[in-house]
Structures are given as structure tokens and as C-alpha cells.
């Protein structure tokens, strides 16, 4: 195996990129995500450890957002009397600096999910150790999380004193979601944190043990009101070793009857490092084995699609519990943990291909909070389900209205999307739809899948408006959200009608197939035969923009009448294109944030028009289009790389791949962007390598970037593996 290809390394320390690295350095499990923070903390560091699903809303707070948890990596170390700190130089020349680093070392390994740092410090005294950090969250038991130490004495006789922390003082950033939060001793060796959060009422345990590989060991312990300490003082030998141990269980009230007995078992089960290590690795090897796409001839593209996928691994949640894969992911305090249309469109597909259990959960989740979607349509006025822009735990709407206030002057943007970009509910269908067809699972389908697509389709049916024109849909936001406010977005009416069509041929499938579910179903959702006639005149008749003359899509009416800005003028731009000219100018223009008509293109293919309609489109919407979102490089790559422009598909994938190693948004220290990950995937599955389902069977159809030889990848179909390789 190649280390190179397999992991992400810095060398050496760069505290300028403190929060970056923090980012990119998370380690998951599909259970909790945490932060590549250090172990012994930095100046200005963020750590954070998010567990899925655990929201909260403060008071005084715009939204509900993920809770930040207590920092099961937390340690305080020194070396004879010095503090272990990361200091690379004396912030005085004059005098020796309070410990010193001489060596560091930092390298995520994404085969196998574990963190490491090699550290060489030397302490005031000149004695001077090597210190090795392992981590990991382990996917065989997801809460369970391991930590190593092995320290050696390098120059000298040191004394190493290593202190394992559970610190209940924790915020988001500032805001207290904790009420409750106590610590204590729960057996002889367990140090323990309970708390309760102040809204939502989650209890959330996190015990720890440490263990010691020493003949001299020992171990103390402490407790303040929400802090647990567990201390051992090793003296060492020259050349002298010692390992620490520090296992980690967090459960949340979710685990069993009894939360805190069954994490304190699940620790006491742990003891032996390797054989956890091991266990984990092993899941690891099956996540990859037909997730990982190899790609020869490109090994900047190699590293950034294995950290992608890597990231979209880490953040699905495992069977059984029951959350989605918010937009940063669990690495990160942006978008609050929310939920939106990147898990069914852009994350969810990598894992539908290859991991349909873990695809199957995420759509648990949608069919858990039909609810909330049913009640958003009925305080709207509409009927069937209506989901939520962003969602959380409740499956309520939890967009913001307000943008946070921007000091100094207080200034604030509203927010529309949670009442108006209604995409969403065709995006889910798509993704359930897509589901059903790479995995055969008609169990799925007829047990809860058919009741979100067809309850969502009811919706449909009475959002659209009749006019004398046909249907129509105003006042919506499409994809492209520099856009508010308008009439007739393509995207949003072309999918609804695409969704009411599928739904009326699920229903037929359902009456043939699973007669009960139909029989249970059209009673349950009132599926009239005045219902169904609406959603055929819809699809008959819903308006969709469209320039007959010139022969392509109008993203919505009235588009070309706003000012035309050349947006690659402005390039190379890291920010978005309101930076330079401002948010009302940007509105009022041509300007788009992401892929829309080009979304389109990417989800319907062909379906959407002629090959000359398809290259318009394309055309006109790429010179028009900011990237203001992640979620669009990939996207416009697959849609050129099938269309053959293969220079333009070529230099959106170079930028799609790496979205986040490179920074290229700007923004990574708030989380990855989850999107643009799955959408990495996509693009070089469906885009690059053409992979689509024909005469029952997948195959590919590939147009490869010139230098790249080969692409070799795995996917399921009804059950079965195939692996192709595109050249
Ligand atoms: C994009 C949306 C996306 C959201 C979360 C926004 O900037 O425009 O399409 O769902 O970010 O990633």
C-alpha cells in the first residue's frame, strides 16, 4: 500500500493553519465525529466532539444546532515539571523557552481511520522525550473511542506525569447547551461526566479509564464539580518507555434502559488496545473494499477523492441510529448540524452504490420525521408532506430566519430558504427512487419508501397553481440561491413533475406487486382518482421556461432580463461574488450561486432535452455561474464530462476534488463541505466514468480527463458487486 495515497500528513507544525487542520484531521465513526484538536489543547484551538443526532435549542439562539460534547481526547502532560505545550520557538531569545519542540509529525490514515502525531519535546530541564498520539472512534463498537501514548525517553531521565481529562465545561463557541453537568466516579478506575442539555433534555454519559503499561504505574483520582482527572506519574529510565491508555465510551439516552450501565460495560470491555485497533480496521477494510475509487495517472485526484469518500464514511450513520449526515458533516460548527438536500443528492448516492445499508438509514431518518413535513404543509396551506429545508432531530423546519447579526453594525440578511426553496421534497423522492432502483430493496419500497414519495407527491399536486397558463410555482428559490423570490424555476417545477410521474408509476408497480401496501396506501393518503387526474393535468401542463428560439432552459422567467457580469472576469476568486459586488447587485443580476438547469441536467441526463439543448444549457449557465457553493464544481464536471467538454470538465474536477485539502472555499475550519465530497464521487462515477443501469445491467461509458489512465471502482447492484475499469 502506498502511505502516500492513503493519508494526509503536516509537517511540520503550522499554526497558521490551526483551524484548517483541526478540520481536516476529524476522525469519525457514523456515531460521533471529533476534531483534529490537540490532545493538550493550543491557543485559540476549537475542538469540538459532535454526537449524531444530539441537538439542542438555547434560548436566545436563531436555530437549534448540534451540541458541542465533552472532549473525550483531552489530556494535560508534563515532562519532568514543563508543561507539554506545542511551542516551536522562546518567545524571548534570551532565555530558554518553557519546554521546546524539536520534531512533529501529524498524519491521518484514512485506510484504517486513526490520527497519529509524533512529537519530540524537550522539557525545561533538558530532558527530552518522543511522544506518539494514537486515535481513533472505533466502527466496530461505535461508542467506543481509543487513545494511545507511548512515550519515550529520548535524552535524560524524565519524568512523565500524564493526566487524563473529562471536562464538562463546554460550549458551542460561546453558547451553553448544557444544564446539568456533573462529574463523577462511577467504579474503583472509571472517571465519568453525566449532563443533561437545557432544552432538548438529551442525557449524554462519557466515562473514561486510563491505563498505564509501566511497572511503576500508578494512578490518582480527582474530581471538581463538572471535571474528572485521572493522574499517573511515570518516572523514566534512559531509554526508558512507558504507554497510556485512555478508552472513552460515550452513550446518550437513546443506548438501552439504562445509558450510563451500558456504557460503563462497554468500557470495561475494552482493554485491549491492538485488539480494539484491529476490530476497527477490519470494518474499515470492508468500508473500502467497494467504496474506494482508484485512479491511476492522477495522484493529486487519488489523495482528494479517497479524503472525500473518507469523509462521507466517517459521517453516515451506522444501522440503527437515527440521524442524517448534516452539511459539514460531525467536523465542524457550520450550518449547525443541519440537514438539507446535500445527504439525499450528494452524499447519500456514494453510499447507495456501495453501502445500501447505510444509505437505507439515512432514509429511515426522512420516514421518521414524515411528521414534521406533514405539519410544515398543513401550516402552509398545502396537503401531503412538505419537508423541511433544513432539518435536525425533530423534523421540524429549523432554517434561521436571520443571517447571525454582523458586528459592528448590527447588520443582518433574512432568510428565505426555509420558507420557499421547496425542492427538497423532490430531492428526497430521488434519492428513495434511486435507492430502490440500485438495490432492489422492494421491502423498503413498500414498508416506507412509497409513503414518503407519494405523500410528497401529494404535496406537489396541490402546490401547484393552476393559471390559464397551466401550473405553475411562484415565489420559490431554486437551487441557485442568489436568486429569491421567483417564478418558475426550472429545476423545481421539471423535478416535480418528474417526481409525479414516478409516483404515479410506483403506484402501479405497488398495485401489482404489493397489492395490501396500495390498498393501505391510497386509503391513508387519499389517493382519489380526482388526485391522481390533477397530478397527470400537472404533468401535462406545469410550465417550464424555455427559449424556443435560442433552444434552452430559462432558469426561471425573466432571468435574461437581469444584468449580464461576465463572472469569469473575477477569477481567480476564493469568495463568493457578493464580496466583490455586493450583495443587491449580485441579486439583481445574472449571476448564479451553484449548478441549477445543470443540476438538472446532472439528475434527469438525456431526459431533460436534446443533445443541442443539453450544450446550450450548459454553455449559457457555466459562463453565468459564481461556484458560491461547494456543491457545484462537481456537479458541472459530471454534466461536461458527459457531454464531452472535457477542459471544462476537466478543470471543475481539479477544483471538486479539493474542495477542502486545498481550502478552495475558504472556509473548512467550520467543517468539510459533506456535499462536495459525495459529489466528488458522483462526478467520477456517473460524470467521468458514465456509469448508468442498461437493459437491467450497470455499465459504464467512459470520457476520462486525457491524463488520466485508468479508473477502477465498485459498486452493488440488486445485491450484487461489479467492479469496472474506465480507460
Ligand atoms: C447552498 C445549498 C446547500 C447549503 C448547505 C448553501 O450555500 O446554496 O445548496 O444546501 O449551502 O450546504
Redesign the pocket.
Known amino acids: 500500500m502506498n502511505k502516500r495515497l492513503w493519508s494526509i500528513k503536516e509537517y511540520p507544525f503550522q499554526p497558521e493553519k490551526l483551524h484548517y487542520h483541526e478540520t481536516i484531521f476529524t476522525i469519525g465513526n457514523g456515531y460521533i465525529g471529533t476534531r483534529g484538536s490537540f490532545e493538550e489543547g493550543y491557543d485559540g484551538d476549537s475542538p469540538a466532539t459532535f454526537v449524531h443526532g444530539l441537538f439542542n435549542h438555547a434560548e436566545g439562539e436563531l436555530a437549534p444546532e448540534l451540541v458541542n460534547c465533552p472532549d473525550w481526547t483531552h489530556l494535560n502532560i508534563w515532562v519532568d515539571d514543563t508543561p507539554f505545550k506545542l511551542i516551536t520557538k522562546s518567545p524571548d531569545p534570551f532565555h530558554p523557552p518553557e519546554g521546546l519542540v524539536l520534531g512533529y509529525e501529524r498524519r491521518l490514515h484514512m485506510d484504517i481511520g486513526v490520527l497519529r502525531r509524533t512529537v519530540l519535546f524537550r522539557a525545561t530541564t533538558g530532558n527530552t522525550v518522543r511522544i506518539e498520539f494514537e486515535r481513533f472512534a472505533s466502527l466496530d463498537n461505535v461508542h467506543l473511542m481509543c487513545q494511545r501514548i507511548h512515550v519515550t525517553a529520548i535524552d535524560g531521565t524524565p519524568k512523565v506525569t500524564i493526566q487524563a481529562v473529562l471536562d464538562g465545561n463546554v460550549t458551542n463557541q460561546g453558547v451553553q447547551h448544557w444544564g446539568e453537568m456533573r462529574a463523577h466516579q462511577l467504579s474503583e478506575k472509571t472517571i465519568a461526566l453525566t449532563g443533561v442539555t437545557n432544552q432538548a433534555k438529551y442525557q449524554l454519559n462519557i466515562v473514561s479509564q486510563l491505563h498505564v503499561h509501566h511497572e511503576n504505574k500508578n494512578i490518582a483520582y480527582d474530581f471538581n464539580e463538572d471535571t474528572a482527572f485521572a493522574t499517573s506519574v511515570i518516572p523514566l529510565e534512559k531509554d526508558g518507555e512507558v504507554e497510556f491508555l485512555k478508552y472513552s465510551v460515550i452513550t446518550v439516552d437513546d443506548v438501552g434502559d439504562s445509558p450510563l450501565e451500558s456504557a460503563l460495560h462497554m468500557l470495561h470491555e475494552a482493554n485491549n488496545f491492538d485488539y480494539e485497533l484491529n476490530s476497527h480496521k477490519f470494518v474499515w477494510q470492508k468500508y473500502w473494499e467497494t467504496t474506494d475509487i482508484q485512479i491511476e495517472g492522477d495522484e493529486l485526484a487519488q489523495v482528494g477523492i479517497r479524503f472525500t469518500t473518507y469523509q462521507i464514511l466517517i459521517a453516515a450513520p451506522v444501522n440503527g441510529i437515527d440521524a442524517s449526515i448534516g ?2 458533516t460531525l467536523s465542524g460548527y457550520g ?1 449547525a448540524g443541519h440537514v ?3 445527504t439525499e443528492l450528494f452524499m447519500m448516492p456514494p453510499l447507495t452504490l456501495t453501502h445500501p445499508d447505510l444509505a437505507r438509514n439515512l432514509l429511515m431518518y426522512r420516514y421518521r420525521r414524515l411528521d414534521g413535513a406533514r405539519q410544515k404543509a398543513q401550516e402552509n396551506g398545502y396537503e401531503g408532506a412538505m419537508f423541511p429545508w433544513e432539518s435536525t432531530d425533530t423534523g421540524l423546519e429549523t432554517t434561521p430566519i436571520w443571517t447571525e447579526p454582523k458586528p459592528p453594525d448590527g447588520r443582518r440578511i433574512r432568510i428565505y430558504t426555509g420558507e420557499i426553496e421547496i425542492h427538497i421534497s423532490s430531492d428526497i423522492a430521488y434519492g428513495i427512487l434511486q435507492y430502490w432502483r440500485w438495490t432492489g430493496d422492494d421491502k423498503f419500497m413498500r414498508d416506507y419508501g412509497a409513503e414518503i414519495v407519494l405523500d410528497t407527491a401529494v404535496f406537489w399536486g396541490s402546490r401547484a397553481e393552476p393559471t390559464e397558463r397551466g401550473y405553475e410555482m411562484t415565489d420559490v428559490i431554486g ?1 441557485d ?1 442568489y436568486h429569491e423570490h421567483v417564478n418558475n424555476n426550472v429545476f423545481t417545477n421539471r423535478m416535480a413533475q418528474w417526481h409525479l410521474s414516478e409516483a404515479l408509476n410506483l403506484l402501479d408497480w405497488l398495485k401489482d406487486n404489493a397489492n395490501d401496501d396500495y390498498i393501505r396506501l391510497v386509503e391513508q393518503l387519499d389517493l382519489s382518482d380526482e388526485r391522481l387526474n390533477l397530478w397527470r393535468d400537472v404533468i401535462d401542463k406545469i410550465v417550464i421556461p424555455f427559449d424556443e428560439e435560442k433552444q434552452l432552459h430559462v432558469q426561471f422567467e425573466g432571468f435574461f432580463d437581469l444584468e449580464y457580469i461576465p463572472v469569469m472576469k473575477y477569477s481567480p476568486r476564493v469568495g463568493g461574488i457578493w464580496d466583490y459586488l455586493g450583495h443587491e447587485r449580485a441579486l439583481a443580476s445574472q449571476v448564479l ?2 449548478a441549477d438547469v445543470v443540476m438538472l441536467m446532472a439528475l434527469l441526463g438525456e431526459e431533460v432535452g436534446s443533445r443541442e439543448v443539453m450544450l446550450n444549457n450548459f454553455h449559457t449557465y457555466y459562463e453565468r455561474c459564481d461556484h ?4 457545484s464544481p462537481a456537479m458541472h464536471a459530471w454534466v461536461a464530462a458527459r457531454l464531452g467538454l472535457m477542459d471544462i470538465a476537466t478543470e471543475m474536477m481539479e477544483h471538486a476534488v479539493l474542495i477542502d485539502l486545498e481550502d478552495n472555499k475558504g472556509n473548512v475550519h467550520q467543517g468539510i ?3 462536495a465530497s459525495g459529489g466528488a464521487w458522483q462526478m467520477i462515477v456517473f460524470g467521468f466514468c458514465g456509469l448508468h443501469i442498461k437493459d437491467g445491467q450497470p455499465v459504464i461509458s467512459p470520457n476520462l480527463p486525457e491524463y488520466w489512465k485508468s479508473v477502477t471502482f465498485s459498486v452493488r447492484y440488486h445485491g450484487k458487486i461489479h467492479r469496472f475499469t474506465a480507460r
Open positions: 452539511a459539514k450550518y438539507f438536500w446535500d437551487p440561491e450561486k451553484q458560491g457553493s461547494s456543491l463541505h459533506g456535499a
